[in-house]
């Protein structure tokens, strides 16, 4: 069963960039959301192990994704408000589902 | 658009059973596996069990083997989860997810409270 670590917070100022790291335990496809508080998760973008990755609808340029090594990473430029939130990276395989611990965003 | 609408979600006693159900539309429901994901008060997300678009492949997490059952009706666009046996620690809010082809969850429905107690 695949493992997945997600450091529990991060923090950047409004208007900077932050980078959100997701360490698999093999390598697999993952897939990054976004919960803000008191909401339901979003979807933000499906990221391949090429490093290559798809946004989901509606989802702001400001939102990227890589890789290097194990680490998946999720970049948030120009930070905004709406982007405090808890970050979620999520795996699979053919017979389970794993989500990372999630990684708390504050933007100071 | 897609949407996903969780009902049947409440306040049950330990050792009992509710049937969580999740309304979709927006997509052709039989060609996508669904899934469920629960969230304990201020826990991460957990996944809890997987259906393939027929219906005929499922899998769960081990918290919940033998408990509860993941089911879809494709002629009624509904998926369902049937959870018995219900525990203090099976209380969270369920999420009904849709699955992208091979991949994972690409949209979400708003969830549904699940209080187990006494």
């Known amino acids: 069963q695949p493992v997945l670590t997600q450091s529990s917070s991060a923090s950047a100022s409004l208007g900077s960039s932050v980078k959100l790291t997701c360490t698999l335990s093999s390598s697999y496809i993952i897939a990054w959301h976004q919960q803000q508080p008191g909401k339901a998760p979003r979807y933000l973008m499906k990221l391949e192990d090429s490093g290559s990755y798809n946004k989901g609808s509606g989802v702001p340029d400001r939102f990227s994704g890589s890789r290097s090594g194990a680490d998946r990473y999720l970049s948030i430029s120009n930070l905004q408000s709406e982007d405090e939130a808890d970050y979620y990276c999520?795996?699979?395989?053919?017979?389970?589902?794993?989500f990372g611990t999630g990684t708390k965003l504050t933007v100071l | 658009e897609v949407q996903l609408l969780e009902s049947g979600g409440g306040l049950v006693q330990p050792g009992g059973s509710l049937r969580l159900s999740c309304a979709a539309s927006?997509?052709?429901?039989?060609?996508?596996?669904m899934s469920w994901v629960r969230q304990a008060p201020g826990k991460g997300l957990e996944w809890v069990s997987v259906?393939?678009?027929?219906?005929?492949?499922?899998n769960y997490a081990d918290s919940v083997k033998g408990r509860f059952t993941i089911s879809r009706d494709n002629s009624k666009n509904t998926l369902y989860l049937q959870m018995n046996s219900l525990r203090a620690e099976d209380t969270a809010v369920y999420y009904c997810?849709?699955?992208?082809?091979?991949?994972?969850?690409?949209?979400w429905g708003q969830g549904t409270l699940v209080t187990v107690s006494s």
């Open positions: 997810a849709k699955i992208v082809a091979a991949g994972g969850t690409d949209y």
């Open positions: 259906v393939s678009g027929s219906g005929s492949s499922t």
């Open positions: 999520e795996t699979w395989d053919s017979n389970t589902r794993v």
């Open positions: 927006g997509f052709t429901f039989s060609s996508y596996a």
